[in-house]
């Protein structure tokens, strides 16, 4: 079904969260081709397993408005004028990205990366307007699928003179081998990371369980490695390292949420906190706490935060049930007033009253 | 008995010896009753505390008291007697290391010393000359450019007429009205705009300035110049002016809008609007303001759907050239200093299309209003409106272009007649006269040279004055013409009107039948709301409400139109006792009041929705009636932060019975505030350690139970139960407004305290009769004007206090007829 037979098998594993009890009345991966696609609707999480994946390269982006374009992977679905269109495609208000194993945005992945992703169905989308996978929900690198899937590559062949390594898909304790290997390029431009130092092809060794950020998956065969992390240590520096950009991403732009409820008689704004956040965020918001609320629209872009924000005490916070998008954290709060953006399905970005609300680069805000 | 009366200590030796000498004026009798209470009242303590020093054998500080003139009348003496007041009540004197006195003692000295004070103050301000010149007030002097030339001028705008000085709140009393180089300036500046207005060379060409939403302000197209483009689209006329709470139609607080006016008149001004209104929450509230005028043209509660707005309407006289306009909703509402009370780049056409997400949410998402809020079509000034052409003015007042002079001495004749209020006297003509010729000589045209003449008739002392007497003879009582200027300056603060000078030229006004039926055709004349506002204003000292402005923390809900609304409560409430020919009693406790809607959410008396005022009968638990429960009056004696229970008795006796107390010493402390570990306290507690100083607790006894009765009602006229205090610890006190008046009569509550006022009718009857005598009479009341209060008084009694028949029987009385 797929240019790698072992996304063939962890397709199902990225969609683990589905309810599998009963037959969904949409298609899915796995599911009936003859039912039509799911159909997202406005203010709603969509159900779990309810995508479709697609890998393929990020060939442009639009950072500030969480837009860009894919160079789909080719597979045995496509006919061949279908291969390598780019597909344009909207990050979901609710949807999010993964890149070296830790939360990012959009403008933390490099042009060229490959990427996993979970997209939904627009009957208007495609440059045909007659619809296509267009909405995301979830995007992730190379380095951070296979970590979720908690998979390592393992060499078996290094040949650098062909500028070729042969790997094979083995868990995290070396075990569970794909049935069948894989060859990927390495060029003088590979980045290859050893301990927390930068290394070199020449460190690499066959026998090693390492993972990789590709590129050119489509075009020059199975792809090139624009990264190789020889060891955890290694791993986890660059997971580390992320994780920094995304704590700092999120003190500057606040988390997003979508409104559930507002009691205009007495002020009080009900949201819910999108996923795609490290967890520990969480403890940033407690009860009595100050929190603040800056209208966003559907690409999460403020308007103006620093000087349209509004602060308040949170009364509540109670645990929902987490569904794709959803990170389970609801916030009950009261705002020093209401602002016309403080509507049931509409988007705020939320800030802790730790963090300094700080004003935007020009391109990212929405107030002229 | 609110307080002692002094007289009665007079023996009765003293009153058969002056009685004795035969007859004698009524102020020689009351000199040597206040001689005779002097020795009896007040040389024991002098002679016990104060002569040591001050005394024939020694002067301390030049002060011998011995011999100090006790004419209380004279300025000099009246000085001295002052700075004696401020030393015993202060307990500077006497010094330390002398014999002090009890303080009850000192106490009684100073309060008869202050009574004679004020008697003598108010001998003075009515001292009257053979002929007696009281300036007319700068809203008569409008009025009565108005009765006269047909125009309205703008007296009390920025740059008009000086605001008038006041005497316990009268503002027409002719000895404290006094003729500045600016007034002189004024009159001549007011009278040229009139008469251009009233008697134009050619007629005004009318204009017609028509605002739509777009044309208001930029940010109804939004950022930027956006016109051409929603024109292009036919969006343009569509767009709508949202104005929120606290805004202006321009965007920010404070920003006007540019009126450019071709000539001086009358404009007809409409705009048209929708008015949101929360289910239960207040109407939004249109003002139009003139800022470079400091006058409120228009501003009304506005209540019509979105799609269903209405067209107000209103006249503005205002004059030619640039205005800066401020309009607004002047309703309630968070603050618009941050971003959200910004206007948006994005026009606005509907609830439904919304408006910027980060701006006050104004909707909820039914499309129900959250706060009160205006959407604006459009506005439009037309005028100059002009009742006829020729004006009423040219149609009186022309001359042909020739043979002039003996046509311009008929029109001159007429128009000295009318406005100096008397008949014109030959030389009054011919000076007037001459001054035609002399223009016309000049090479004036005719009605440049008449308006000239006319110009200097308006600024002549004889039309801003009212003159009374004669320098020939020392009149005792008005003639005729003199009594009409008053008659008409009482009831309707403006010139006689022609009926009323018809009387006076066939000297018949005087007669008692004739002048109860002009007094009754004046009552019923609509000008009559003239005298119903502006009588209790100054009686009441209204206009101290707002003076010092409640602050925003502390009352939020405090805005101009509720200030407005209070004072409107008290002279609307005052217009129906008089239409209604109601008793004085109404003054203290009724059952009903006059209510709007904003001032009805104030009291939270339900189901009065109607932005007019309105007769409301009240329950008991709504705890108003009468005007001592009325917002103005619980208002007007605060200071801006909390109630002033002091102030509150000090009002109470000063305006409704008349009996003020002296004024307090130099150094009365300041009430400290609660320390942090000390349980909250109201300001009754705290009055109560203050007072523990015997000086003050002698004059305190008498003001603080009637000020502290009003202690369930807040520093802004609410009702409470229990008392918000800002220091200390712990739940704030309950209010306790319970007292003792000095006689002994115990009450729990204002409620109550009405009551035993309504028992004491008399008192305050005659306290009303004197305070609307010094109004009448433009003068304070003096010892001689004594026994004539004192039957007025009587018949108003006789009348069951009715206050028609009060207003009639003072302007038949002598009192009124006399000089």
């Known amino acids: 079904m797929y240019r790698y037979p072992l996304l063939s098998a962890v397709v199902v594993l990225f969609c683990s969260t589905a309810d599998h009890s009963a037959e969904p009345a949409y298609r899915t991966d796995s599911g009936n081709e003859h039912l039509p696609w799911f159909q997202l609707r406005s203010g709603e999480f969509p159900p ?128 569970q081998a ?191 | 008995m609110l307080d002692g009366d002094m007289r009665t200590y007079i023996p009765f030796s003293v009153f058969t010896a002056l009685f004795a000498l035969g007859p004698v004026s009524s102020s020689a009798v009351e000199a040597a009753n206040v001689a005779a209470e002097f020795d009896q009242a007040v040389l024991p303590f002098l002679n016990a505390h104060c002569s040591r020093c001050h005394g024939e054998k020694k002067q301390e500080g030049e002060l011998r008291l011995d011999t100090l003139s006790r004419d209380f009348a004279s300025g000099g003496a009246a000085e001295h007697w002052s700075e004696v007041i401020r030393r015993i009540s202060s307990a500077e004197m006497p010094p ?102 009233a008697l134009p060379t050619k007629a005004p060409e009318k204009v017609v300035i028509h605002w739509r939403a777009a044309d208001m302000t930029e940010y109804v197209t939004g950022a930027g110049d956006q016109k051409p483009r929603l024109q292009e689209l036919g969006l343009l006329d569509k767009a709508r002016l949202v104005v929120w709470p606290g805004s202006c139609f321009l965007g920010q607080p404070g920003t006007t809008q540019k009126l450019d006016l071709p000539v001086t008149g009358d404009y007809r001004v409409r705009i048209r609007l929708s008015g949101l209104k929360p289910p239960g929450g207040r109407a939004p509230h249109v003002v139009i303001y003139a800022a470079d005028l400091d006058r409120m043209l228009f501003e009304q509660d506005v209540v019509a759907p979105e799609g269903q707005p209405v067209t107000l309407e209103f006249h503005a006289h205002l004059p030619a050239g640039h205005h800066a306009l401020r309009m607004s909703n002047e309703a309630p509402g968070p603050s618009n200093s941050p971003r959200a009370g910004r206007n948006g780049s994005r026009p606005f056409y509907s609830i439904k299309d919304g408006r910027e997400p980060w701006q006050t949410k104004l909707t909820d998402d039914a499309g129900q209003p959250i706060l009160p809020f205006l959407i604006v079509d459009w506005m439009q000034w037309e005028g100059p409106i002009t009742d006829s052409w020729p004006t009423p003015a040219q149609q009186q007042y022309s001359i042909p272009e020739n043979d002039v002079l003996p046509k311009a001495g008929e ?277 109560a350690a203050h007072q523990s100083d015997p000086n003050c607790a002698a004059c305190h006894r008498k003001i603080d139970p009637i000020g502290l009765a009003f202690d369930n009602y807040d520093a802004i006229g609410r009702w409470r139960t229990v008392e918000i205090a800002n220091d200390g610890s712990g739940e704030n006190p309950r209010v306790d407004a319970s007292g003792e008046l000095v006689d002994g009569r115990k009450f729990s509550d204002a409620a109550e305290l009405k009551k035993l006022l309504v028992a004491d009718l008399d008192k305050f009857n005659a306290a009303f009769v004197e305070k609307l005598a010094t109004y009448a009479l433009r003068r304070t009341m003096t010892i001689d004007d004594r026994t004539n209060l004192a039957r007025l008084a009587e018949q108003s009694k006789a009348a069951d206090y009715q206050l028609t028949a009060i207003i009639e029987a003072l302007v038949l009385s002598d009192l009124f007829q006399r000089r």
Not at chain 2, 113 to 137: N, Y
Not at chain 2, 140 to 164: F, K, Q, R, S
Not at chain 2, 668 to 684: F, G, M, S
């Open chain 1, 178 to 368: 794909d049935a069948a290997s894989k060859v990927y390029q390495v060029t003088s431009a590979t980045r290859v990371w050893k301990g927390r130092a930068i290394g070199s092809l020449t460190d690499l060794a066959i026998g090693q369980s390492v993972l990789m950020n590709l590129t050119l998956c489509t075009l020059k065969g199975p792809g090139r490695c624009t990264d190789i992390w020889l060891d955890l240590e290694s791993r986890q520096l660059a997971a580390h390292q992320q994780f920094q950009a995304h704590f700092l991403y999120v003190r500057e732009h606040g988390l997003a949420a979508v409104i559930d409820e507002v009691d205009n008689q007495h002020g009080i704004v009900t949201a819910t906190l999108f996923a795609g956040f490290d967890f520990h965020l969480k403890n940033e918001f407690p009860v009595n706490d100050f929190v603040g609320a800056a209208v966003a629209e559907e690409s999460l872009r403020t308007y103006d935060q620093a000087g349209d924000f509004m602060q308040g005490p949170i009364l509540e916070v109670r645990s929902v049930p987490v569904v794709p998008g959803n990170s389970g954290m609801q916030i009950k709060f009261k705002p020093e007033r209401l602002l016309e953006g403080y509507r049931p399905k509409r988007i705020v970005r939320l800030f802790s009253s730790r963090w300094r609300v700080v004003e935007l680069p020009r391109e990212e805000r929405l107030y002229e």
């Open chain 2, 96 to 197: 330390e290391d002398e014999p002090q006195p009890k303080a009850e003692e000192a106490a009684e000295i100073v309060e008869w010393l202050a009574a004679r004070l004020k008697e003598g103050e108010s001998a003075r301000l009515a001292q009257r000359e053979r002929v007696t010149f009281q300036k007319l007030t700068r809203e008569e002097y409008a009025n009565t450019i108005y009765d006269l030339l047909g125009v309205h001028c703008d007296a009390t705008d920025t740059a008009g007429l000086p605001e008038d000085p006041n005497w316990h709140g009268f503002e027409r009393i002719g000895s404290v009205l006094s003729l500045s180089p600016a007034h002189v300036e004024k009159y001549l500046a007011l009278a040229e705009t009139a008469l251009d207005e």
């Open chain 2, 411 to 687: 029109v001159l004749t007429r128009f000295i007649e009318r406005a100096f209020r008397r008949p014109a006297t030959i030389m009054d003509v011919e000076r007037f006269e001459r001054l035609v010729d002399s223009e016309i000589r000049s090479g004036e045209k005719p009605m440049a040279a008449l308006k000239t003449a006319m110009l200097a008739i308006l600024c002549s002392k004889d039309f801003f004055y009212i003159v009374e007497g004669s320098t020939e003879k020392n009149a005792g009582s008005i003639n005729d013409w003199e009594l009409a200027s008053r008659l008409s300056y009482f009831l309707w603060s403006t010139m006689p009107d022609a009926p009323l000078l018809d009387a006076a030229r066939s000297n018949t006004l005087h007669q008692p039948e004739t002048l109860r039926a002009h007094a009754a055709r004046m009552l019923r004349d609509p000008k009559i709301h003239r005298f119903t506002n502006a009588f209790p204003r100054q009686w009441l000292q209204l206009r101290r409400v707002g003076m010092f402005p409640p602050d925003k923390k502390l009352y939020p809900d405090y805005d101009d139109y509720l200030q407005t609304s209070m004072v409107t409560e008290t002279t609307e409430y005052f217009r129906y006792v008089l239409e209604a020919n109601l008793s004085l009693r109404e003054f203290l406790d009724s059952d009903w009041t006059m209510l709007n809607a904003r001032l009805a959410v104030h009291y939270q008396i339900p189901g009065v929705t109607d932005d007019r005022f309105l007769r409301v009968a009240l329950r008991p638990e709504d705890h108003r009636g009468g005007l001592l429960t009325q917002a103005s009056v619980l208002s007007l004696t605060s200071d801006g932060r909390r109630h002033r229970p002091v102030h509150r008795g000090k009002w109470v006796l000063e305006s409704i019975i008349d009996r003020p107390p002296p004024p307090p010493p130099g150094n009365v402390k300041p009430i400290e505030p609660t320390p942090v570990n000390q349980p909250k306290a109201t300001v009754r507690m705290k009055l």
């Open chain 1, 48 to 175: 779990a397993g309810s995508g479709h994946y697609i890998a393929g390269e990020l060939i442009a982006l639009d950072h500030v408005n969480r837009t860009g374009v894919l160079r789909p992977d080719r597979n045995h679905s496509q006919r061949t004028d279908e291969y390598d269109r780019p597909l344009p495609f909207a990050l979901l208000p609710y949807g999010s990205l993964s890149f070296h194993g830790a939360p990012a945005e959009l403008r933390d992945i490099p042009i060229g990366t490959h990427l996993h992703g979970q997209f939904y169905f627009d009957k208007k989308g495609g440059n045909d307007g007659k619809g296509a996978f267009t909405k995301v929900l979830r995007l992730e690198d190379d380095f951070s699928f296979s970590t979720n899937q908690q998979r390592l590559w393992r060499i078996d062949t290094i040949a650098l003179d062909k500028g070729e390594i042969t790997v094979t898909g083995v868990s995290l304790e070396g075990n």
